[in-house]
Each structure stands twice: as structure tokens, then as C-alpha cells.
């Protein structure tokens, strides 16, 4: 069964500085990967995707995660943190699908991200 | 450009009450379509999905239910809500195997 497990339900980091949200799966097959943020009281925006094309994967806002199948991480980086990067982020995986169809997302438990002056 | 919509934002009921939430999305055809539910530090836990209309699959035991009377039309409902279906409710869809899911921005359910 396929599982994803965040490393630190909340990181605080500087205005500026490097950003680290850890992202570990496990899965039987290939994976697709996700990553996305939530800001209060909003829906999920897809950040960035890992569908077996490139290992590094650049997103949206300045973002990027790279694949690392020999650590089966997927850890989503941001060099210079800004107020406005404040949100939950979510990784997850997708190996399977569902019955008739669809497609079987397992998410991580979430990573709140703090930004301090 | 494709769109979610989910309404209302927020819902305050009483227990035993019904329920019925609403999402629509627009600019695309066959989505497949999704209800999660969302709680505190537990990441995100799928109800329903629906890869065609009328066709609907559950993925937990539940007080809910779920329904697509439309291609691009996706209901979530109780006869009789329950304390614990108290969270925020989010509609998802997408585009085929192992494409990525877009949310609408939910429903915060507070049940009294």
C-alpha cells in the first residue's frame, strides 16, 4: 500500500531563507508524485508534480522538489522564503488506481509552514 | 479555463439535520470527481469518487452519501448529520490516470 510520510507537522524558517519540507513515500510501483499548499479556510493548489519525466521539478511561486528514488523522498525546496509562503503544504502519491477507474491519492498529514521577519 | 466551485463556504447544523453540499466544474468534460474530508493533522481522507455520472464509489463506511446527476455535478449528503461529520469538506477532480487532482476551496462544516 502506498503511504506518504512528512517529517515535522510544522517548520518555521526567516524571511530570506532556505525553505526544507520533507516528503518520504512508499510505494510498490513507480509513483506519481504532488505537491500542495493550502492557505486558510482554502482548497488545495497543486504546487508542483513528479510524473517520471525529470527528477528535479520546478513549480509555481519558486518552489521545486526533486526525486530521489534510492531515498523514495520527494522533498519540495524553496531558496529564499517570503511572508506570503506561509501555508500548510501537502505532499502526496498516486501508484494505483481505483476501482473502474479514478485515481488513488494518499496525502501526508501536512507541513505548516511559519515565515518569520 | 476549468473551474471548481463548491457552495456554501460555511454550514452550521444541528444534529439530525440533513445535509447537501454542491460542486460544480466547468471547462472540461468527464472529470472524475472526488469528496474528501479534511481534519487537524490528519491530512486528507477520501469519501466518494465518481468517474461518470450516477456512477459513485465509496471509500469508508459513513453517515454520508454521495451523488452525480450530472456530468460535471457532484453532491454530497445525510439524512441525519452526526457531531463527528463535523470538518471541512473538499470536491476535487481530474482528468485521467495519474493526473493531478484540483480542489475547490471547501466547506467548513460545524455541526451543533
Known amino acids: 500500500a502506498q503511504s506518504v510520510t512528512q517529517l515535522g507537522s510544522h517548520v518555521s524558517v526567516s524571511e530570506g531563507a532556505l525553505v526544507l519540507l520533507r516528503c518520504n513515500y512508499s510505494?510498490?510501483?513507480?509513483?506519481?508524485l504532488f505537491w500542495y499548499v493550502q492557505y486558510p479556510n482554502q482548497g488545495l493548489q497543486l504546487l508542483l508534480k513528479?510524473?517520471?519525466?525529470?527528477?528535479l521539478v520546478k513549480g509555481i511561486n519558486g518552489f521545486e522538489a526533486e526525486f530521489k528514488k534510492s531515498e523514495t523522498s520527494f522533498h519540495l525546496t524553496k531558496p529564499s522564503a517570503h511572508m506570503s509562503d506561509a501555508a500548510e503544504y501537502f505532499c502526496?502519491?498516486?501508484?494505483?488506481?481505483?476501482?473502474?477507474?479514478?485515481?488513488?491519492?494518499?496525502f501526508g498529514t501536512g507541513t505548516q509552514l511559519k515565515v518569520e521577519l | 479555463s476549468q473551474t471548481i466551485h463548491q457552495w456554501p463556504a460555511t454550514l452550521v447544523q444541528p444534529v439530525g439535520s440533513p445535509l447537501s453540499l454542491e460542486c460544480t466544474v466547468e471547462g472540461t468534460s468527464n472529470p472524475n470527481l472526488y469528496w474528501y474530508r479534511q481534519a487537524a493533522g490528519r491530512g486528507l481522507q477520501l469519501l466518494f469518487y465518481s468517474i461518470g455520472i450516477d456512477q459513485i464509489s465509496s471509500e469508508v463506511p459513513q453517515n454520508l452519501s454521495a451523488s452525480r446527476p450530472q456530468d460535471r455535478q457532484f453532491i454530497l449528503s445525510s439524512k441525519k448529520l452526526l457531531l463527528s461529520d463535523s470538518g471541512f469538506y473538499l470536491c476535487?477532480?481530474?482528468?485521467?490516470?495519474?493526473?493531478?487532482?484540483?480542489f475547490g476551496d471547501g466547506t467548513r462544516l460545524s455541526i451543533l
Open positions: 476535487a477532480y481530474d482528468q485521467g490516470r495519474n493526473q493531478p487532482q484540483h
Open positions: 502526496a502519491v498516486s501508484d494505483r488506481g481505483l476501482t473502474g477507474g479514478g485515481n488513488k491519492l494518499t
Open positions: 510505494s510498490s510501483v513507480p509513483p506519481y
Open positions: 513528479y510524473t517520471s519525466a525529470a527528477t
